[in-house]
């Protein structure tokens, strides 16, 4: 994942409510407009619970399928 990528998804969970799990965060941006590369990488987090979003930006593959 790329700064600019770190910083979409940060900007994409602003405000979220954590611990959350994958789906919780997916349903989070898509409902504050996350742009489709960000929701991409959003998808592709491992299914689990988040403690914050420094933990999902570590969590995020390289390079999201």
Not at 18 to 34: I, M, S
């Amino acid at each position: 994942m790329t700064d600019s990528d770190e910083r979409r998804v940060r900007k994409a969970l602003q405000g979220a409510d954590f611990p959350a799990t994958k789906e919780q965060l997916v349903d989070y941006a898509q409902e504050r407009g996350a742009d489709a590369k960000t929701m991409l990488a959003l998808r592709a987090l491992p299914e689990g619970t988040y403690d914050n979003s420094d933990q999902v930006e570590s969590a995020v593959p390289q390079q999201p399928a």
